[in-house]
């Protein structure tokens, strides 16, 4: 099944800073990658995701790129604030199987 | 629309006691997912529905966890007896189809002593 590896668990940078957050995955057949923001309290929620079929996204602060001959894909955040302290979880689906990374606490200091 | 609806949003309860957590799915969304998250183990998924038949309930951890969907706007998850190892957050998640975005509830926070 789908193995998927992310890095690094915790993360602490300087508000104004960038962050990255890489995860690989072990199943070609996996097609589709999201990416998901857990506040303290709350459920997971997601900000951004990714298809096979695209190497690179936006929307605003927030990016995400894939290479699927290497298998892995990033979230990449410019101008981090300190809302944006939270764990972050990729997934990655193949086969009707999604997999969950195990988390990044991104903490960004003010 | 609200949102997937979770209830209740804390339990603490006994050891041996049976627990019962409620969802109510986004509506129209044919998916609906049973997770536990725990710091050791992370995410993990129990079971997933499809038209409210289970399809994998693989990642359920024993014979005391069952879950119910009677009708499309209402899923169960039950256990029965709680352990104190049963201590965890559980989401309730639900998608307009298995390959689409997988929208999730505020969860349970659940602790059996």
């Known amino acids: 099944g789908e193995n998927v590896e992310q890095h690094p668990s915790t993360l602490s940078v300087q508000e104004g800073d960038s962050a990255v957050i890489k995860c690989t995955y072990s199943d070609s057949a996996s097609n589709y990658f999201p990416w998901y923001k857990q506040e303290l309290g709350k459920g997971p929620q997601l900000i951004i995701d990714i298809r096979s079929n695209v190497g690179e996204k936006k929307d605003q602060r927030i990016a995400v790129t894939l290479n699927k001959t290497a298998k892995h894909f990033s979230l990449h955040i410019t101008e981090t604030q300190p809302e944006d302290s939270a764990v972050y979880f990729c997934?990655?689906?193949?086969?009707?199987?999604?997999?969950f990374g195990a988390g990044t606490r991104l903490t960004v200091k003010p | 629309d609200a949102g997937v609806i979770q209830s209740p949003r804390h339990e603490v309860t006994e050891m041996g006691q049976e627990v019962t957590l409620r969802c109510k799915p986004i509506s129209g969304h044919d998916y609906l997912f049973w997770y536990r998250q725990t710091m050791m183990r992370g995410l993990e998924l129990l079971i997933y529905?499809?038209?409210?038949?289970?399809?994998?309930d693989s990642g359920m951890p024993e014979d005391r966890f069952s879950a119910k969907m009677p009708n499309a706007s209402f899923s169960t998850l039950k256990i029965q007896p709680s352990e104190p190892r049963d201590s965890a957050v559980y989401f309730c998640?639900?998608?307009?189809?298995?390959?689409?975005?997988?929208?999730f509830g505020p969860g349970t926070r659940l602790l059996v002593l």
């Open positions: 998640a639900s998608s307009l189809c298995r390959a689409e975005t997988q929208y």
């Open positions: 529905f499809n038209n409210n038949v289970p399809i994998d």
């Open positions: 997934a990655a689906l193949a086969n009707n199987d999604m997999r």
